[in-house]
Nanobody
Framework: QVQLVDSGGESVQAGGSLRLSCAAYGYMYGYYCMGWFRQAPGKDREWVAAIESDDGSTFYADSVKGRFTISQDNAKNTLYLQMNSLKPDDSAMYYC?????????????????????????WGQGTQVTVSS
């Protein structure tokens, strides 16, 4: 069983930066697709970014491309999301996610990557609030 614990969310002003972290616990056999989703009040969960654990390939939603950077430290089993130039629209609960790397799953297929129901493992969420 894989457990994800995300942290690092807080309140910041627009234009500021934050780094979210996600520690993965448990036995993760093989390669994984890791990522982040977010959900603002009254809105659906929105995919933000993803990374393949084998070769480090990264993928971003258009809304965060150029501002956010996803990275991983495999030695520490930790995933990061560096968020720069934050906007009030970035305010949301952010969730770390993981799923085994499969030919038709997240990271391999864009529509699967963006679908929250395709991801098996979720963190508990960390709140990011950006004030104008």
């Amino acid at each position: 069983q894989v457990q994800l614990v995300d942290s690092g969310g807080e309140s910041v002003q627009a234009g500021g930066s934050l780094r979210l972290s996600c520690a993965a616990y448990g036995y993760m056999y093989g390669y994984y697709c890791m990522g982040w989703f977010r959900q603002a009040p009254g809105k659906d969960r929105e995919w933000v970014a993803a990374i393949e654990s084998d070769d480090g390939s990264t993928f971003y939603a258009d809304s965060v491309k150029g501002r956010f950077t996803i990275s991983q430290d495999n030695a520490k089993n930790t995933l990061y999301l560096q968020m720069n130039s934050l906007k009030p629209d970035d305010s949301a609960m952010y969730y770390c996610v993981a799923d085994p790397l499969m030919a038709d799953g997240p990271c391999a297929v864009p529509i699967a990557t963006m679908n929250p129901y395709e991801w098996n493992y979720w963190g508990q969420g960390t709140q990011v609030t950006v004030s104008s």
